[in-house]
């Protein structure tokens, strides 16, 4: 059974930065297309960052240039520095294989809260 780990979340004032890691067991991280989602308070699920098997990554408009996500194959996990936060980004941050569009192929871990204070 594959699970997912996620952590790194925290209390960081506007314009900070944090990164958040994804520990991957049950499955060889190699074989899989990995994503970051989050999820603000009242509003459904987002996903904010891809990125392949061969290494190419994807954003959301609302963090690209500020977020970057990779992956370490040999830890297997995967990770998302997050810089010049905004209040906005505050929100329970998750990781999973995207399926299709709006389908994950995991059961969801139990994410991570990032909190940007003003």
């Known amino acids: 059974q594959v699970q997912l780990v996620e952590s790194g979340g925290g209390l960081v004032q506007a314009g900070g930065s944090l990164t958040l890691s994804c520990a991957v067991s049950g499955t060889l991280l190699r074989t899989t297309d990995m994503a970051w989602y989050r999820q603000a308070l009242g509003k459904p699920r987002e996903l904010i960052a891809s990125i392949t098997t061969a290494g190419n990554s994807n954003y959301a408009d609302s963090v690209k240039g500020r977020f970057t996500i990779s992956r370490d194959n040999a830890k297997n996990t995967i990770y998302l520095q997050m810089s010049s936060l905004k209040p906005e980004d505050t929100a329970v941050y998750y990781c999973?294989?995207?399926?299709?569009?709006?389908?994950?192929?995991?059961?969801w871990g139990q994410g991570t809260q990032v909190t940007v204070s003003s």
């Open positions: 999973n294989a995207p399926f299709t569009r709006t389908l994950v192929k995991y059961a």
